[in-house]
C-alpha cells in the first residue's frame, strides 16, 4: 500500500516539506521530511492548505510501473503471443516481416498501403499474432532496462549462407537474458549455398540445441524472399506460445508499453501502444511518464478507427499532452482528473530532482527554515 512520508507528500502538493512539518509542529506533531504520514494527518495537511488529497486518489498509483497486481486467475484469459524478430544484419530481418505481412495482411482496405506504426497483428490459423515492428535489439535494451518483458517468443533469423554473425550472438544473449523462447528462422535456403546445418551446430554452440538433435530449440527454413516455410514459421510461432500459455485481464484499466512515439505536425502527439493486460477505450485516460491526455482517437494497425482493444493488441493513439518515450509503461485511469493529478505530480517530482541535482539541500538548511 502506498505510505507517503512529509517530503513526498509536499512534492506531490507542490509545496516545501518545511511548511508541511511547520504546520505539523504547530498541531503538537513532531516530523521530519522522512516522517511516514497517516491518513488523517495527510487529510488535515490537504485541508489546511486548501487541496484535496486523497491518498488511494493519487499516491496509491503514483509508482504505477512498480505496481504488482494480484490478478484473480478467474479473470485471466488467454492472449497473442508477441513476437520480435532479431538477427544478424543483413540476414533479412525486415524480408521476413514484410513477407509475413504480406501473405497475412489483406491491404488497401483503408487507403493502399499499411501505415507503419511499428507493430503490426496477423492472423495464422485464425489465431492472432502480434509482431513487434521496432528494431528487435533497441527494444529489448529499452524494455529491459524498466525491467519489462515484452516479447513473448523472438525469432532470430539467420542467413543460411552466411551462418552465426555477432550480431546473431548478441541476439541470443539478449533472449536468453529475458528469458524469453528463440526460434531459429534459418533464412534464405533459396541461396545456393545455404548450409542449415551449420547453422544448427553454430547456435547449438550458443546453447540452442535443435529439438531433432536431442534439444528444444525449434529451427525452421524459410525463404523470406520467396515465402516458403513462412507458414511454418508462423505455425511454429503458435505453439511456442501455447506452451508459454500466455493470458491476461482484460476486464480491467488498460496497462502496457509505448513502442513508439512522435510528434506529428497535424495531429500532435502519436504515440504506438502495446496493451499488456486491460481493456483500453476510446475516450480513456492515460497516464505515460509524466504526460497524460484522454484518448482523442484510436486506431489499429491498418490505420482503421476502432473504440476498444484488448491485451497484446497494438494501437496508435492520439490525445496525450506530450510525446512519451518507447519503452515506457502507461495506465489508463477512471478519470481524466486523476490522471491529470499523477502526471502533474510525476512532472513536479521530476522538476524537484532536477532542481535537488543541481543544488542539493541538506536537512540543516529545512530546520533553519521552519
Ligand atoms: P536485415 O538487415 O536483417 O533487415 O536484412 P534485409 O531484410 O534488409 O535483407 C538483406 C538482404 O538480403 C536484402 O537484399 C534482401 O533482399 C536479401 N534477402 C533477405 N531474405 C532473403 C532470402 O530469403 N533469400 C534471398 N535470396 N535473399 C534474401
Ligand atoms: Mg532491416
Known amino acids: 500500500s502506498g505510505q507517503v512520508t512529509v517530503g513526498e507528500l509536499a512534492k506531490l502538493m ?30 488535515l495537511v490537504g485541508m489546511e492548505f486548501g487541496i484535496e488529497v486523497h491518498k488511494e486518489n493519487i499516491v496509491e498509483e503514483f509508482n504505477f510501473e512498480e505496481m504488482e497486481e494480484d ?21 533479412g530481418k525486415t524480408t521476413l516481416l514484410d513477407t509475413i505481412r504480406k501473405t497475412k495482411v489483406t491491404e488497401g482496405e483503408f487507403g493502399g498501403i499499411t501505415q507503419h506504426i511499428g507493430a503490426y497483428q496477423v492472423e495464422v490459423n485464425g489465431r492472432k499474432v502480434t509482431f513487434l515492428d521496432t ?24 542467413a543460411a549462407d552466411d551462418g552465426v554473425m555477432p550480431q546473431t550472438k548478441e541476439a541470443v544473449d539478449h533472449a536468453k ?10 533464412n534464405k535456403m533459396d541461396k545456393e549455398g545455404a548450409n542449415p546445418e551449420r547453422v544448427m551446430s553454430e547456435m547449438s554452440e550458443l546453447g540452442c540445441m535443435p529439438e531433432e538433435w536431442g534439444g528444444d530449440t525449434i529451427f525452421v527454413p ?23 500459455d500466455l493470458r491476461a485481464n482484460p476486464h480491467k484499466n488498460a496497462v502496457g508499453t509505448v513502442i513508439e512515439a512522435k510528434l506529428d ?20 485516460a492515460i497516464v505515460v511518464g509524466t504526460a497524460f491526455g484522454r484518448v482523442r482517437k484510436m486506431t489499429d494497425d491498418m490505420g482503421k478507427e476502432i473504440k476498444v482493444a484488448g491485451p497484446s493488441t497494438p494501437v496508435e493513439i492520439i490525445g496525450l499532452n506530450s510525446v512519451p518515450i518507447a519503452g515506457d509503461v502507461f495506465k489508463a485511469f477512471d478519470s481524466e482528473k486523476k490522471a491529470r493529478q499523477i502526471a502533474e505530480a510525476r512532472l513536479n517530482v521530476r522538476v524537484e530532482e532536477e532542481r535537488n541535482a543541481s543544488s542539493a539541500m541538506s536537512l540543516e538548511d529545512l530546520a533553519r527554515q521552519i
Open 222 to 244: 524459410v525463404s523470406a524472399k520467396t515465402g516458403e516455410g513462412v507458414e511454418d514459421l508462423l505455425e511454429n510461432v503458435l505453439v511456442v506460445a501455447e506452451v508459454a
Open 71 to 91: 490478478e484473480d486467475p478467474s479473470k485471466l484469459e488467454s492472449r497473442p503471443p508477441v513476437v520480435t524478430i532479431m538477427g544478424h544484419v543483413d540476414h
Open 177 to 186: 537474458a529475458a528469458g524469453v523462447p528463440i526460434i531459429v528462422a534459418v
Open 265 to 284: 505536425k497535424g495531429r500532435g502527439s502519436v504515440a504506438t501502444l502495446l496493451i499488456e493486460a486491460g481493456t483500453l477505450h476510446a475516450s480513456d
Open 14 to 43: 507542490h509545496k516545501q516539506a518545511s511548511e508541511i512539518i511547520k504546520f505539523l509542529f504547530l498541531l503538537g506533531n513532531m516530523a521530519t521530511i522522512n516522517t511516514v504520514l497517516d491518513d488523517e494527518n495527510i487529510e
Open 135 to 158: 528494431p528487435g535489439h533497441e527494444a529489448f535494451t529499452a524494455m529491459r532496462a524498466r525491467g519489462a518483458k515484452v516479447t513473448d517468443v523472438t525469432i532470430i533469423v539467420v
